[in-house]
Each structure stands twice: as structure tokens, then as C-alpha cells.
């Protein structure tokens, strides 16, 4: 590999960088709306959860969840675990307004693909995490 070969790579990751810390801190912010109309109780929220049937309770742990999230996003080390578990949190949503609500799967969908970004990006931070916790 020659020196420019490095030097057009590193700009290339250097690039990915900034465009994935961009999208991170979008997202963090647009999973922060979320969990705040969850915890004030605002529509479309509150329907979606009532229709749910499982109670207040259910609505408040996804928030918080979120939320969780949010904080793993713009932590570097936890960014992508954080993207993967809301991931999982927008694969339940989806199914939720395809099964109960019957219409509006645009937006979790976008939302879980564009945290499967994240993810998928920080794959090799994930990997780093996993080693160092199981010692590997």
C-alpha cells in the first residue's frame, strides 16, 4: 500500500467519522422526542400505547429505554451497542403500528434502518467492547 493509498483511507474514515457522529446526535435527539411524548403522555404516543393494552407502565419503560439509548449514542464506546438495542426498540414499534395501530410504519422503520447505520459503522468499536468484557 503507498502512502497516498493511506492518506486517501484515513480522509475516507475520517469522513465516515463526522457523517456517523452527525447521524448520532440526530437520531439521540430524535429518540429524545420520542421518549419526552412518551413520558408527558402526548399523541400519538398515548394511543399507540392504549391500544397496546399493557399499561402506562409498558409506555414508561420504552421511554426510558430510549433514553437509555439517547446516552449510549453519544457515548463512543457504547454507540454501537446503543444503536443496536434501538434497533430491537424500533423492530417492537414497527410490528406495533403495522398490528395494533394498522398504518404509520414509515417513520420507526426509517428509524430502525438509520440506527442499523449507526450500528453497522461502529461495528468495530462493538467488537472492541465485547472482547474487553468476555476477555477475549
Do not use: C, H
Not at 10 to 27: D, T
Not at 53 to 73: C, M, P, T
Amino acid at each position: 500500500m503507498t502512502a497516498s493509498t493511506r492518506t486517501e483511507r484515513s480522509a475516507g474514515s475520517r469522513i465516515a467519522n463526522v457523517g456517523l457522529w452527525v447521524l448520532q446526535v440526530v437520531m439521540a435527539a430524535g429518540f429524545l422526542l420520542a421518549a419526552m411524548g412518551k413520558f408527558t403522555g402526548a399523541e400519538p404516543s398515548a394511543g399507540t400505547f392504549d391500544a397496546i393494552g399493557i399499561g402506562d407502565w409498558f409506555r414508561y419503560l420504552v421511554g426510558g429505554l430510549e433514553v437509555v439509548g439517547v446516552v449510549g449514542l453519544l457515548v463512543p464506546r457504547l454507540a454501537g451497542p446503543a444503536a443496536l438495542a434501538l434497533s430491537g426498540l424500533m423492530v417492537g414499534a414497527s410490528l406495533t403500528q403495522l398490528i395494533v395501530v394498522g398504518s404509520g410504519v414509515a417513520l420507526p422503520v426509517t428509524m430502525l434502518v438509520l440506527s442499523l447505520v449507526i450500528a453497522w459503522g461502529r461495528r468495530s468499536g462493538t467488537a472492541r467492547l465485547w472482547a474487553a468484557l468476555t476477555r477475549r
